[in-house]
Structures are given as C-alpha cells and as structure tokens.
Nanobody, 116 residues
Framework: QVQLVESGGGLVQAGGSLRLSCAASGSVLSINVMGWYRQAPGKQRELVARITSGGGTDYADSVKGRFTISGDNAKNTVYLQMNSLKPEDTAVYYC??????????WGQGTQVTVSS
C-alpha cells in the first residue's frame, strides 16, 4: 500500500508563497496521474492541480496562474508551488491519485493558512 506524506504548509500573509511536498512510498508518478487536493473547513475536498506521468498539468480556475505542480520521479515526490496566496486558499492540502476511481489512503495533509 502506497503511503503519502505531505509537508511544507504554514502560516503566510496574503501575497506570499509556499512550496508543498508530497513524498510517496512507491513509484506513483510513473504510473498515475497525481494531484493536489484541498479541503477548507465546512467544504468538500477539491482537486486544484494534477500532473500526468508525461508531465502534462492542469489546474482549477481558482489557482490557475498562481500554483504550479511538478514531480520528481526519482524521488517519488510531487510538489505544489503556490504564489500570490489569498485568504481563500486557506485549507488542508493533500496529494493523491487524480485518475480513475481508486485512491490511495489519504495522508494527514498539510495545513496552509493565509492571513489577510
């Protein structure tokens, strides 16, 4: 069973930047579409960015132009560079598969808090 460990969150002022990392215990990038999700209090978890095994990416409209997803196959790690952060980006961020029905067990996530 693949384990996912997210890190890099924190408290930042609006307009600031953070870089999240997701370390996987197996070779997930080479065989899956991987994504970053977020869940704000009282809201459903939403997919904000995904990356294919070939390096193709796409983003939710709410983060397009501000967030960049990337991956390192050798390190089995997926990254999310977040710039120009807004208070509405405040959420717990998770990574997981972003294709098909099956999902790996969710990690603990990493909290991102953006102050105005």
């Amino acid at each position: 069973q693949v384990q996912l460990v997210e890190s890099g969150g924190g408290l930042v002022q609006a307009g600031g930047s953070l870089r999240l990392s997701c370390a996987a215990s197996g070779s997930v990038l080479s065989i899956n579409v991987m994504g970053w999700y977020r869940q704000a209090p009282g809201k459903q978890r939403e997919l904000v960015a995904r990356i294919t095994s070939g390096g193709g990416t796409d983003y939710a409209d709410s983060v397009k132009g501000r967030f960049t997803i990337s991956g390192d196959n050798a390190k089995n790690t997926v990254y999310l560079q977040m710039n120009s952060l807004k208070p509405e980006d405040t959420a717990v961020y998770y990574c997981n598969k972003a294709n098909g029905i099956f999902r790996y067990s969710w990690g603990q996530g990493t909290q991102v808090t953006v102050s105005s």
